[in-house]
């Protein structure tokens, strides 16, 4: 805002002087003071109003803050493992893992000092037994421990192998891989580990290397995955699980005749999303949300891999897939014990 005030100059005998016209000062004043005090005004209303709200934002924080000291503190109590709710803190352990501890003399002296960061799981009968020594052997034992779980009842006749004294042996007649892992495989126990591979016995391992396939996982984000088929040796079901040459890995494949169709579109298995149930490996967060799914009842667990899509921890299109640069041979061998009862009902 502009004020035009008139100054009238008057001439005196000594000198000019400024001189303002009593009225029009008074006029002047009176507009410079209303002017002043209406931005004086806006000034406190508007510091108050922010003032207000500043006091308003802080009263939210404190008491945002008030409930998350208090869920914290309540879950330290509630949250704790069931059973435990008695015991003293600081001696709960709510994890464990599968390392082997010797049986006498001090720990400290005991050679295996660095654990292994990742399981193999297999099922296994005697009948595989060169199959999975070979596989086995493929997996170093500094980063993976080893669990075969016989679904024979054999077990001292895999004592020939060298690393057998360092694997663990389940052993319970007639059960499959799913049983075996819904039983003993619970997510607390191998927390430790960081990828579970939870595979069949009749594969071949010549052009797999199971470090290079981690690399590849991690790399890519992979929460759950599998080696690809070799599609000339292997017994492959599904299109997706064969291998493509000159690819490190793939999450879909396209199919443009017949039923079923696959594009770039689908967003749902078998076309994207989607591994076998024969050779599967999980992040240690995938597999725990797995383990939930899992039916001790399953033998194949056909159906199952449709529904692994919801454990990949985000989105199943990009979460999933299928590692070309390392591949192994499905044999599609006769397991878990069915070549003994096709044989027994063909005797009967």
């Known amino acids: 805002m502009v004020l035009h005030c008139s100054i009238r100059l008057q001439s005196t005998r000594r000198k000019k002087v400024p001189m303002l016209s009593d009225s029009k000062t008074r006029s002047c004043l009176y507009t410079l003071f209303i002017v002043a005090s209406l931005f004086c005004g806006a000034y406190f209303i508007n510091s108050t109003v922010i003032a207000k709200e500043y006091k308003d934002r802080l009263i939210r924080l404190g008491a945002s803050e008030t409930m998350r000291n208090k869920d914290s503190m309540r879950c330290k109590d509630d949250c704790r493992p069931s059973g435990s709710e008695h015991l003293p803190k600081g001696i709960v352990v709510e994890t464990s893992n599968l390392e082997m501890q010797p049986l006498w003399g001090p720990i400290k002296n005991y050679k295996n000092t660095t654990p292994a960061m990742n399981l193999l799981a297999l099922a296994v009968g005697i009948k595989q037994k060169e199959i999975v020594n070979r596989l086995v052997q493929k997996f170093p034992s500094k980063d993976f421990v080893v669990m075969l779980f016989h679904y024979d009842g054999?077990?001292?006749?895999?004592?020939?192998?060298?690393?057998?004294?360092?694997?663990i042996h389940v052993s319970a007649v007639n059960q499959t891989k799913w049983w075996f892992a819904k039983r003993f495989l619970h997510p607390d126990i191998v927390a430790e580990?960081?990828?579970?591979?939870l595979w069949d016995e009749d594969l071949g391992v010549e052009n797999f290397d199971p470090n290079r396939y981690l690399s590849i996982v991690q790399g890519d984000g992979l929460e759950i995955s599998q080696p690809a088929l070799d599609p000339v040796k292997s017994a492959v079901h599904q299109p997706i699980t064969a291998r493509r040459k000159r690819s490190k890995l793939h999450r879909r494949m396209y199919k443009f005749k017949g039923s079923g169709r696959c594009d770039e579109n689908s967003t749902a298995p078998p076309c994207v999303g989607w591994v076998e149930m024969m050779a599967p490996v999980f992040s240690r967060i995938a597999w725990?949300?797995?383990?939930?799914?899992i039916q001790n009842d399953l033998i194949h667990a056909w159906g199952l891999d449709m529904l692994l899509g919801y454990c990949a921890q985000g989105d199943r299109t990009q979460k999933v897939g299928v590692v070309d640069a390392e591949y192994i041979v499905h044999l599609g061998l006769p397991t878990l014990g069915a070549g003994l009862k096709n044989?027994?009902?063909a005797q009967s």
């Open 343 to 345: 044989q027994a009902s």
């Open 154 to 167: 054999v077990v001292d006749d895999w004592k020939n192998f060298t690393w057998s004294e360092r694997a």
């Open 193 to 197: 580990y960081g990828y579970i591979f």
């Open 288 to 293: 725990r949300c797995v383990w939930h799914m």
